[in-house]
């Protein structure tokens, strides 16, 4: 960790500066030399940091859900070009190129952040080493030296040893518990956002592998904050649990306001702008009218949660129009009513399975018998060709031939019963 951190060692002195500029400020509050000053130093810099990074925050929320939405396009890429690398490639990089996608956008804010965690790490490092560094001078050394959070030095780590952990006037216990309650908080901190994410905030009736690799970070990244937090001094702890925090009510913010269409908490949110549109009959901000505005302009492209939403407005007596607004149409509320009524109808009503059991052995009971004489049933009479069956010696109406003349037939002539002839042809 060392060095890498080193790495970054170019970015120390303006890390060190902003720091030593929070430091000034509450040191007049809380005094030079306190836990307070220095760790609200560290908790001022994550937020000016992610001030600074919301453009990219934004930038990447555009990016997952056009990652989300390219999926299927994407493996259906891969499917048809599985045996041939080089055209899968160039068929993706066209497909995100014409979608205007970025698939490094997603990792951007990470990305972002880490020379500014890693010069933190160095900065921290050198303090418990008892090194100057960047513009943080002897002074200001052994007053962050002399800082503590909750009895915790803010160089001390989880595995130093006592001896250590003694130079910087703490006790071994006191370091050990601080530093595992703020590993478990940044765990579970990290676990809830991207539980979040997934729970909320995904298109569900989209089943892709980019939401199983989704959930598979979920479970890995608390794990590896877990057993890497061990190595990380209380400094850098308190600046990853405050990330942690800032990105969790980021996202909770992002999830409230500007849900991904087709997720739950679209429909959550759709569901209070209709109480808000029904309870005062207009749309109140201009934010809810871009909302209704694009809604509306999708058309028969809207998703389920959209329909529900435009349906509820019917029945409301409400109308979405173009540009935004509601009107009051008692139309649209005729037209859901009877559109709800024809689904009803159209749906009958399922029987159980012991009802539709009963019906199939009534009707096998209900079958009529066939009569033993076929005249009586009204069926022409049956030929005497047929095996096994006696000859009718019943005399036949005029016109018809009898039965045994279809064996008295003449050479040449189809055996069998004869049409009839005509009664003037006799």
Known sequence: MDTIASLFSF????????????????????????GWAWGLSIVSLVVLIRICLIPLFVKQIKSTRNMQVLQPKMKAIQERYKNDK?????????????????????????????????ALYHVLSSIASGKTIGVINQGLLDSARQ??????????????????????NASLTDVRVVTAIMIVMMSA??????????????????????MQQQKMLMYIFPLIFAVTGVNFPVGVLVYWLTTNVWT?????????????????AQDQYLQRLLKSITSHNEVRSRRKRTIVQA???????????????VTSLAKAGLAAQPDGTVIKSDTAAAEAESGAAAARRHQPKRQTKAKRQAAAAQSGTDKPE?????????????????????????????????????????????????????????
């Open 370 to 426: 066939q009569p033993k004489d076929s005249e009586d049933a009204g069926e022409p009479a049956k030929t005497s060709l047929q095996k096994g069956e006696p000859q009718d010696t019943k005399s036949k109406p005029s016109g018809t031939p009898a039965a045994g003349s279809a064996r008295q037939a003449k050479s040449g002539q189809r055996k069998g019963q004869q049409r009839p002839k005509h009664p003037s042809k006799k």
């Open 11 to 34: 970015i120390t002195t303006p890390v060190s500066w902003v720091i030593v500029q929070f430091h000034s400020l509450y040191g007049m509050i809380f005094g030079p030399d306190t």
């Open 86 to 118: 080089q055209r899968q490639s160039e068929e993706m990089m066209k497909l995100y190129k014409e979608t205007g996608t970025n698939p490094l956008s997603s990792c951007l804010p990470i990305l972002a952040q880490s020379p500014f965690f890693f």
């Open 147 to 168: 800082a503590h959070i909750f009895g915790a030095p803010l160089a001390a780590k989880f595995m130093d040893s006592s001896e250590k952990v003694a130079s910087l």
């Open 189 to 210: 901190s990290q676990f809830y956002t991207q539980r979040q994410l997934m729970t909320k905030n995904v298109d569900l009736t989209v089943k892709t592998p980019y």
């Open 295 to 309: 809604i509306v302009a999708k058309g028969p492209d809207r998703n389920d949660n959209e329909r529900k939403f």
């Open 248 to 264: 969790m009510g980021q996202q909770m913010y992002v999830i409230n306001q500007n849900p991904t269409p087709g997720s739950k």
